[in-house]
């Protein structure tokens, strides 16, 4: 598993990376692949932990702002540290937008609070 940090560049689209370079200097003051002891205390992958929250992730898998292998990295890594995680996969689209908002999705969001967080009635 590759900490999400210094993964995301080479998942990167021309467009990802024209904006995550700069922020990536903006974060870090450099980029991942100078200080990876910086880059791997920014990468939330390294600090998940058992008792961490519920996660729910909802992406796009065309999203041009942030590559969907990164949300299935922080899955992977929830998974594997036995902690609760569930990823809803958007097929068609980009980064947020109507379909994140639809029936379906608000529904998804509502029984995933209620049944891990807080009681809705």
């Known amino acids: 598993m590759h900490p999400i940090l210094p993964s995301i560049l080479s998942q990167s689209t021309p467009h990802g990376l024209s904006v995550r370079i700069p922020a990536l200097q903006l974060l870090l003051g450099s ?19 058992s008792t961490d929250p519920p996660l729910l992730l909802i992406h796009g898998d065309q999203d041009p702002q942030m590559p969907i292998n990164q949300s299935h990295e922080l899955v992977g890594v929830y998974q594997q540290a036995g902690a609760v995680v569930s990823m809803e996969v958007i097929h068609g689209a980009a980064h947020g937008g109507s379909l994140f ?8 969001m509502k029984s995933f609070l209620k049944k891990h967080l807080i009681v809705i009635p």
């Open 101 to 108: 908002y639809d029936g379906h999705r608000l529904n998804l």
């Open 31 to 49: 980029q991942p692949e100078d200080d990876a002891s910086l880059a791997e205390l920014a990468s939330p992958v390294f600090h998940v932990e």
